[in-house]
Structure formats: structure tokens, C-alpha cells
């Protein structure tokens, strides 16, 4: 029978079966990596994420999810202004950690 709308397909992650090996390459060069704690307050103050999305928050979430193509997605519209660096409550250096990222994702090209 057609409702006229289907239901979302799941988007939970089995974690057991995701490869976190680039994430937890990352941690190794950028420790505070840990620290986040996912508050918002970088994309909030982002110029860049109104008009492309782009969210560091989001970024480490989705490597902490094997979503690696979706982070590297989002990083090509940082401008590497820093303003998010400034706002971060735990100190997080996260313009450095776009930099390490960067390189983490030319390695694997
Ligand atoms: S501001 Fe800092 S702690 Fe908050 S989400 Fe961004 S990186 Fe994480
Ligand atoms: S450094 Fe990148 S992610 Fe951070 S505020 Fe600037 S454009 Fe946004």
C-alpha cells in the first residue's frame, strides 16, 4: 500500500565495525582531539558554516564515526581564519587540528 512517504532509512553506526584507524591517527598527532566536548560554540562563530555547512564540530564527530569522506567534505570550505580557535571552551587548538586533518586526508589521497 503506498502512504505517500517512506520511512528514513536507519542512519545508526555499528561502531564495532567501523575503521577508526584515521581518527585515531589523528589523536596521535593532535591529543586534544579528546577534548571535545561538542558544544557548538566553533560552528556557531564559523563564517564559513552558514553558507557551506561547514562545522569543525561536525568534522570530529564524523571521524569518530568513519565518516571520513563527510568530514573531508566539510573541510574544503574552512578558510583557516581561526576564529573558531578563539572561542573554544576546552583550548582546543582547532585550527591546527584542520591543519593535521588536511594532512591526514593528502596522505590518503
Ligand atoms: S568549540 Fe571546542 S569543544 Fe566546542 S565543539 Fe568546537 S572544538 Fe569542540
Ligand atoms: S578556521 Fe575554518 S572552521 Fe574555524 S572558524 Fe575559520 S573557517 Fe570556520
Do not use: W
Amino acid at each position: 500500500m503506498d502512504f505517500g512517504f517512506r520511512i528514513s532509512p536507519s542512519s545508526a553506526i555499528n561502531l564495532d565495525n567501523v575503521d577508526l584507524t584515521l581518527f585515531e591517527r589523528l589523536h596521535e598527532m593532535e591529543p586534544d582531539v579528546y577534548k571535545c566536548m561538542a558544544c557548538g560554540s566553533c560552528s556557531a562563530t564559523c563564517p564559513a558554516s552558514v553558507y557551506s555547512g561547514m562545522s569543525i564540530r561536525k568534522v570530529i564527530l564524523c571521524l569518530q564515526r568513519g565518516r571520513e569522506k563527510e568530514a573531508f567534505r566539510m573541510m574544503k570550505n574552512c578558510m583557516l581564519c581561526g576564529k573558531c580557535t578563539m572561542v573554544c571552551p576546552r583550548g582546543i587548538n582547532t585550527r591546527h587540528l584542520i591543519l593535521s586533518i588536511s594532512k591526514l586526508y593528502s596522505e590518503t589521497k
